[in-house]
Structures are given as structure tokens and as C-alpha cells.
């Protein structure tokens, strides 16, 4: 999620029954798939053969295994971009707004300071110099503590708004995975994904959003003036290698 800047404020489990888990990773819920893999116990001693079965005990023929239907989500950017999700962080945004003009302000204040230091300084007496010292000093130290309280706040926030969202989406995403006889669905948000490529085609991201905003009742957030806010749509893109992955905002 975003972090909170002096500079700028940007906008920002149950387990079913069947074989597909869902677990909840952080405050952003996500799918993990689980495989069951055979392995033989290794002894001291070789195996004796096995008897060979007779035609009589022979076992029936096995049909073709039933293809394997996977799917792929952003599960982060699909909560941000549903109705309840714009809603909600465009409401955090505006809350605060008036801390962010209060870091704005007293980081002007610091360059300000700084800028007269730069200028001056060498003209100023000791005691002159020493005070205005002392004034960047605690007015940066007041500008960091205030900075690490907002961001902390900010992200506490975001992390109830997200959790919330994220767990009913679960509940959307079981449905329809169980209705469309889905066997796998990875969560690509973050770096560590396993997924390296993937079609478009695999991508449920834009169907869960409009699944979500269905069963949620809340209706399209009318945009801002000019730019809508960011995370908007539901992502469309599929995963790229590791090398060209998005970093998360600073």
C-alpha cells in the first residue's frame, strides 16, 4: 500500500470444504493452492518384487484425468479498484488531508530555515548561527516524529479498509471458482509470486471486481475533477518476470 509523505497524500478466512484452501496473507487475502505429492518411504533393503496380477484382478482401465482449470488474480489491485474500495480510500484520503498540509507546511518551514542558514550564515554572529541551528534541529526532529505517526496511522487504516474488503472477496472468489470449476487461482500482487507468464485469457481479476461490486450494493465512486483517482479498473495485464516487476510505492 501507499505510504504517507509530507510531500503528498496519494490515494490510495475461511477454509472450504473442497480441495481449494483459502488463507489470509497479511491484511491482503490470498489463494494458495495445494498439492498433495506421493512419495515412497526409502528402506535399508531392496523392495521385493510385487506379485503379477492376473488377468482376472487386473485393474480396469483409467480414463484421461479431467483438465486442470487455473486462474490467476491481482488480489490487492481488485480490492482497491471495486466500488467499496474506491470508496473507502478516497474517503481516507480526504481524512488525511489536513495532516498532510500540516507536514507540508512545517517541512517549508525546514527548507526555509535551511535556506536562510545557506545564505546567511556566514554573516551571523555565534549566538545567531547557534539559534537558528537549534531551530532546524527541533523543527526536523518535530517534522520526523509527526511523519512516522501519520504514516503508521495512515497504514493502519489501510490495512482495516483492505482486510475487510479482502475477506468478503474471498467469499466471491470461492463461489465463483467452485461455479466455473476452477481447480487453481494464484495471487500474482506481490513479487514473490510463482507465477512468471501467464495469458490474459486466465486473468479473473476484472470478473471478480464485478462479482464483488454486485453482491456489494455499492454503486460506481463519480471521479474527481481531471484525473480519476489511481487503481480505478481492474487490472488487465498478466504477471511479468521477476526482473520487470512493479516496485511498490515509497
Known sequence: MERFRPEI???????SSNSMTLHTYRFVPVVVAVFSIATFAQTGSAPSASPTPSAATAPAAINPATPTRIGIVNIQAAIISTNEGQRDFETLRKKFDPKRNELESLNHEVENLKKQLSTTGDKLNEPARDNLLKQIDSKQKTLQRSYED????????????????????????????KEHGYSIILDYSNQASPVLWAANTVDVSPILVEAYNSVSGVPP???????????????????????????APK
Open 9 to 15: 497524500l496519494k490515494r490510495g478466512s475461511k477454509e
Open 221 to 247: 465512486q463519480p471521479k474527481a475533477p481531471g484525473a480519476g483517482p489511481a487503481g480505478t479498473t481492474a487490472p488487465k495485464t498478466t504477471p511479468k518476470p521477476a526482473g520487470g516487476a512493479a516496485t
Open 150 to 177: 501519520a504514516n503508521n496511522d495512515l497504514q493502519a487504516q489501510q490495512n482495516e479498509i483492505a482486510s475487510r474488503i479482502g475477506q468478503k472477496m474471498m467469499e466471491v472468489l470461492d463461489k465463483y471458482a
